[in-house]
């Protein structure tokens, strides 16, 4: 039962390069998140989906591109990365209806930037 | 504008007595509140939420919540604190205007002592 996964775990990028984080869920929920986790802070929300072919911005989307082309898959893009998006990224998703509310978590992608 | 506020960083409480973290928040309209845990190096984990009717609200792991409009408050608690629950502890509110979107509190951490 695999649930969210998020990949890589962790990873350092140079300032100016670009990478993409991965996350896909296994429980065909409809809704998907992106939050970042800084430290001593709350979760951010980065990016959305409510479904395949639909993403809207959450509260910190500078900096970052999402897509979501299957109800699988919600990758997180970073084109130019900076070192103010060291952070520990979240991915998390959740069902429609009664249980929209109740999201479950991916286990993080730290990422550092130098 | 949704927000949620955990006032105290850090609770220290000794095994088998009684716990309480701390969540207000500041909604207009009627709040759809959380709490999730999170244990190191893992995703969150929902514990409970309130929605609407009975004030208190039990969730996974022994865990309660009491929901008290007077105060704008969402405290968490437990009759009997185990140090397996000393982790980072988050509450959270969904925004009202756009059912889609979730604010987290700073976070709290928990230490419970044998």
């Known amino acids: 039962n695999a649930g969210v996964t998020q990949t890589p775990k962790f990873r350092i990028l140079k300032i100016g390069q670009s990478m993409t984080l991965q996350c896909t869920q296994d429980?065909?929920?409809?809704?998907m998140y992106w939050y970042r986790q800084d430290p001593g802070m709350g979760l951010k929300l980065i990016y959305y989906?409510?479904?395949?072919?639909?993403?809207d911005k959450g509260e910190v989307p500078n900096g970052y591109n999402v897509s979501r082309s299957t109800t699988e898959d919600f990758p997180l893009r970073l084109e130019l990365a900076a070192p103010s998006q060291t952070s520990v990224y979240f991915c998390a998703s959740s069902s429609a209806g009664a249980s929209q509310e109740t999201q479950y978590f991916g286990p993080g992608t730290r990422l550092l930037v130098l | 504008a949704q927000s949620v506020a955990q006032p105290e960083d850090q609770v220290n409480v000794a095994e088998g007595n009684p716990l309480t973290v701390k969540c207000t928040y500041s909604v207009s309209g009627n709040p759809y509140l959380f709490w999730y845990v999170q244990y190191p190096n893992r995703g969150l984990q929902f514990l409970l939420k309130y929605i609407t009717g009975d004030n208190l609200v039990k969730g996974s792991y022994g865990f309660e919540a009491e929901f008290n409009k007077s105060q704008t408050s969402f405290h968490l608690k437990k009759p009997s604190a185990l140090v397996s629950d000393s982790a980072l502890y988050f509450c959270a509110v969904r925004a009202i205007y756009n059912f889609n979107k979730f604010y987290f509190g700073s976070g709290t951490k928990l230490n419970v002592k044998p």
């Open positions: 989906s409510v479904g395949a072919g639909i993403t």
């Open positions: 429980m065909n929920h409809n809704y």
